[in-house]
């Protein structure tokens, strides 16, 4: 596993960090969460995401559970707020950002967490009250650092001119070979600001994994299946031409000597502003073949090919 530093901040992270956003938010997948956060843990992934929202608690409270006598200086911890816990609870302001970061604590079982991040902006609450309800959850000693996710690009630049607060020094966006949109403006700017990318969906929920077949039924119990997913799946991934186009993939990541999904994590790691790339897991055979995209560099002119077959298809 290869370390690379968060943004600004003194954090070392893996390149190949664990989400628990799907596959920690049910009890009945309770024991295999905990075992894929050991194997994670015994591979060198050392940097552990998560949200309040996720199974409103449950995917904190497994996490914690998992990571219950694991010496704190081992991993680095990230959990997010924003979107609603209960009918009143939702958003950015003072009073839910101290709510909640106590909340998470608790269910994480620790005293602080080394990153906090807003899940979404949120345009009912002034930007400054959040940014110093943010700074005081840091001088409070509950959070080392603060984040984003899928911010929009002049609240970035807002937040940051904002004097005496503390600044971002992570963003999580969707990025991956079929959703490229953060190359445009929201890396640039992070890269002038000392801010580091920790990508989300870098398997495109799981098509970069060539799994999906033109012509062929949905594999069973897939994610694309799953209707509660559907508004985080791009209707064009599913058409024939796009299909095929991943299915074409397959040659180069031969070629570079890795699987389909491995070749898929090293696009985004090549990146030198992505700080890490989140995977989920339902088994811990899947960390093993993923964590071997780590520290591959990825030939320049295989990535270009690969963007050149995407595109065609786009």
């Not at 269910?107 to 609450?125: A, F, G, I, K, N």
């Amino acid at each position: 596993m290869n370390y690379r530093r968060l943004g600004s901040s003194d954090l070392m992270v893996s390149e190949i960090a664990f989400g628990s956003w799907l596959t920690f938010s049910s009890w009945t997948r309770r024991r295999n969460a905990i075992a894929c956060v050991h194997r994670a843990l015994d591979r060198g992934i050392t940097l552990f995401d998560t949200a309040n929202v996720y199974g409103l608690g449950k995917a904190e409270k497994v996490l914690g559970a998992a990571l219950h006598g694991v010496p704190r200086d081992r991993y680095v911890l990230a959990t997010k707020l924003f979107f609603p816990m209960s009918d009143i609870d939702r958003g950015l302001s003072c009073a839910q950002v101290h709510k909640q970061i106590n909340a998470s604590l608790e269910r994480l079982q620790v005293s602080y967490v080394d990153l906090y991040q807003c899940h979404r902006y949120d345009d009912r609450t002034p930007l400054e009250e959040t940014m110093r309800a943010l700074t005081e959850v840091v001088q409070a000693g509950k959070a080392r650092y603060i984040g984003f996710s899928e911010w929009p690009v002049d609240r970035i630049e807002a937040a940051l001119a904002i004097p005496g607060v503390e600044k971002f020094v992570s963003s999580q966006p969707q990025y991956s070979l079929l959703h490229r949109q953060p190359e445009r403006e929201l890396l640039p700017l992070c890269e002038r600001s000392g801010i580091s990318q920790i990508v989300w969906s870098p398997l495109a929920q799981g098509f970069l994994t060539g799994k999906y077949v033109p012509g062929a039924p949905l594999p069973p119990n897939c994610r694309a299946g799953d209707l509660s997913l559907k508004g985080f799946i791009s209707t064009d991934w599913f058409k024939p031409k796009m299909l095929k186009a991943i299915q074409d993939l397959k040659p180069l990541a031969a070629e570079a000597g890795l699987t389909l999904a491995q070749f898929a994590l090293a696009w985004v790691l090549r990146q030198p502003n992505v700080a890490a790339a989140i995977i989920g897991a339902s088994r811990p055979e899947q960390i093993d073949e993923n964590v071997v995209a780590s520290g591959h560099a990825l030939p320049a002119e295989l990535a270009r090919r690969a963007e050149a077959i995407i595109d065609a298809a786009s």
